[in-house]
């Protein structure tokens, strides 16, 4: 039997573990007006999309049992955007070489999908900059992935 490679091995657990990690900002597109895409950036501009937040309460309390992220109590919302804009950024793992570097390349190809007007899954932001303004998200940048649709 081969043994893989700890770089390959490495990815793999990264990428399982993050396949399943939430993210801190999921955006569900709903009317899009405008996609440019660049090599290390992918831009969105919508007239509409909802976008669910997690935001921590308090700090690690091993007694609390409702919804929690890394055992810290966490509030989620639902926030609707008109007319925003959604800044993707690649992040140092998904650079050439990097063990996400596949990920970032079918975000790509997601972005050319949205620019050719078909629908798409969501965006999955990691720590992301968010700009509301009256009660609506106004932008959101940062470190993050396009997913193509679910079958």
Do not use: C
């Not at 976008?51 to 690690?60: D, F, G, K």
């Not at 992220?69 to 793992?93: D, L, Y």
Request: charged share 25%; proline share 5%.
């Amino acid at each position: 039997m081969k043994l893989l490679p700890a770089s390959v091995l490495a990815a793999l657990v990264f990428l399982t573990a993050s396949a399943r990690a939430a993210s801190d900002a999921d955006v569900t597109l709903l009317k899009v007006k405008k996609v440019v895409i660049e090599e290390s950036v992918i831009t969105i501009v919508v007239t509409e999309a909802k976008t669910r937040i997690t935001l921590v309460r308090e700090a690690y309390d091993p007694k609390y049992s409702g919804d929690n992220w890394h055992g810290m109590p966490v509030t989620r919302v639902q926030v609707i955007s008109n007319n925003a804009t959604f800044t993707i950024k690649r992040g140092e793992e998904a650079e050439p070489g990097g063990p996400l570097e596949n990920v970032w390349q079918r975000s790509l190809k997601t972005a050319k999908d949205l620019q050719d007007g078909k629908e798409v899954g969501r965006i999955g932001f990691y720590a992301p900059d968010i700009v509301i303004k009256e009660n609506m998200i106004d932008s959101i940048t940062g470190f993050g992935y396009l997913y193509p649709k679910g079958k």
